[in-house]
């Protein structure tokens, strides 16, 4: 049984990885060639051309600086109303719990037009706080986080408190670091999402002045729609980041996940 356990997970892994080894071999061909497997054939200046006819620097600059933002944010807020809906009794907590999940379950299409009007109305259309303020707080991550708050013993809070400690400083010295998964779960989930997002510079930013990965990516394919080596490549450079960043994180991220939503 366990030997067909195992047969069973390298299976879906080679046809999960299939994808991107078919895109990592065809961004190396020489002259658009994608059947070659001869590395003596391979052409790494695809890389080169890739990044430099893309613009990928001030892209990398702009997208790293959104997704920190948004991180930085989603993080800040759900801690807080997290630790609220875990910690504090006051009236109306499970109903505002309850329009937390649903806000979880609301297709981020739904409001679009709503969050437009409102960065109309405020100026921010085409600004850099277009592509920051739509997803500074989560229903996700909230709930992720206030999940991750009950699994902690309640007697730690209470000693703090005994001792002459604030709620805030509680947040901060005992609870924020016994939670690193969960953070470390949110704070990956949400910098991938941003990273990956073509929606919101083509919406809240149409006037293309803030160029961020995803829409470099998308003018280089309509530039080098018939160069398959050189998309290729750059496909593999804008994804390059984020596989990084899941690799180094992603023990943090299974300990995040099999730790909350034990209770309710």
Known sequence: MRTFGWLAVVVGAGIILLPLVLVVVSSLQPGGLVASLDPGRWNFGNYRAAWAQADFLLAFALTALVAGMVTLLQVLTSALAGYALARLNFRGKRG???LVIATIVIPYQVLVVPIFLVLRAGGLVNSFWALVLPTAANGYGIYLLRQFFLTVPLALEEAAYIDGASRLRVLWEILLPLSRPALVT?????????????????????????????????????TFATDFSLLMAATVIGSLPVIVLFALGQRQLVRGIATTGLKN
């Open 96 to 98: 505002v719990l309850l």
């Open 186 to 222: 949110l704070g990956l989930f949400t910098f991938i999402a941003e990273w990956n997002d073509l929606f919101k510079p083509l919406v809240f930013a149409p006037a293309g002045n803030l160029l961020t990965v995803q829409l470099a990516l998308s003018r280089f394919q309509e």
